[in-house]
């Protein structure tokens, strides 16, 4: 048997593994739900900021204010220092722009974006970096890494085991956003029916990247995090140690400088994502954009490295 029908038959088995152990489908539905929330909490932003506009619309008309010079006047928003109050000079423009800005975000130009905000960055980088970890130690726990071994060789087992993983990262998110793309066009519907949205369209925003710089980023992260999740499973062969280690790294512990793997992926989620829907990612420091790149590059191949290096003492056959 050849390399490549090595890897295929391992890339196979894999796949048929997780789907009758049902991890596929505990992924989907752990998406979905996200991708439900993410649409429900847009919904009821649209209807709290349209309720907050026109209590403050009736407001200023019953202190006998014109509401069309109001809106046309000039919004300043001034901060009274770090983390103090916040001074707004048109509170009615102000409230208008919010309810402007929640309406546009269910559009189906950004929909896609501001889910992949919401989920990614901490939802799928835990999620597929513990699936990784399980994918990497299922034959340990199982007792059969020594027969997949005989029948295979260590590269093949490897790369099966990735290419499977990366496999069903694609289809997995990629239903997720479907569901996503298709259950915005409903609640937009329902939103039209509480909400006159068609008084209150501005152009407020644009990404400045369209969605295939935002995907690519996306599949980079979490490739990343597979390959971080993948290794640490392979080289301690349990599933709890690598997930104690995610959690804290992606929730409890601090950012640990500017080329930390958070701030770097930070720096160029900034670049092609707006985060002004629901979630907000921690402002990043300014690196070096090449450097980044390959402290993320040498970091894969080192774990990478280190995982093929480890098999081969493994091998059946050793």
């Known amino acids: 048997m050849t ?6 038959h391992m890339t196979k088995r894999e796949l048929l593994y997780q789907w009758h152990s049902k991890k596929i489908t505990l992924i989907t539905i752990i998406l979905f739900t996200l991708c439900g929330i993410h649409l429900f909490n847009l919904y009821s932003q649209v209807v709290r900021n349209y309720e907050l506009y026109v209590r403050t619309e009736q407001r200023l008309i019953s202190e006998g204010f014109d509401i069309i010079e109001i809106l046309s006047e000039d919004l300043d928003i001034t901060h009274e220092g770090e983390g103090g109050s916040v001074l707004i000079s048109n509170p009615l423009k102000y409230d208008f722009i919010n309810l402007s800005i929640s309406i546009q975000h269910l559009e189906p130009q950004n929909i896609i974006s501001n889910t992949l905000e919401y989920i990614v960055f901490v939802f799928c980088t835990l999620i597929f970096g513990i699936f990784a970890s399980f994918s990497a130690t299922h034959d340990f726990k199982s007792k059969t890494y020594k027969f997949i071994s005989i029948q295979n060789t260590q590269v093949a ?21 479907g569901f996503t793309f298709i259950g915005a066009i409903i609640t937009r519907q329902l939103v039209n029916n509480q909400v006159p949205t068609h008084l209150y369209a501005m152009d407020n925003f644009n990404y400045i990247h369209g969605l295939f710089s935002q995907l690519l980023l996306t599949f980079t992260i979490l490739l990343f995090y597979l390959i971080i999740g993948f290794s640490l499973g392979f080289i301690f062969k349990n599933l709890i140690l690598p997930t104690i280690i995610l959690f804290a790294y992606g929730l409890l512990i601090p950012i640990l400088g500017a080329y930390d793997f958070r701030n770097i992926f930070s720096h160029f989620a900034h670049q092609v994502f707006l985060f002004n829907a629901r979630f907000r990612l921690f402002p990043p420091t300014e690196i070096n954009n090449s450097l980044g790149v390959a402290l993320l590059t040498v970091t894969s191949i080192l774990l990478l490295s280190l995982v093929f290096l480890i098999a081969k003492k493994r091998d059946a056959y050793s």
């Open 3 to 8: 390399l490549t029908e090595n890897i295929f």
């Open 157 to 177: 087992i490897i790369i099966g085991k990735l290419i499977s993983i990366i496999i069903i990262k694609i289809i997995t998110l990629g239903l997720a956003l």
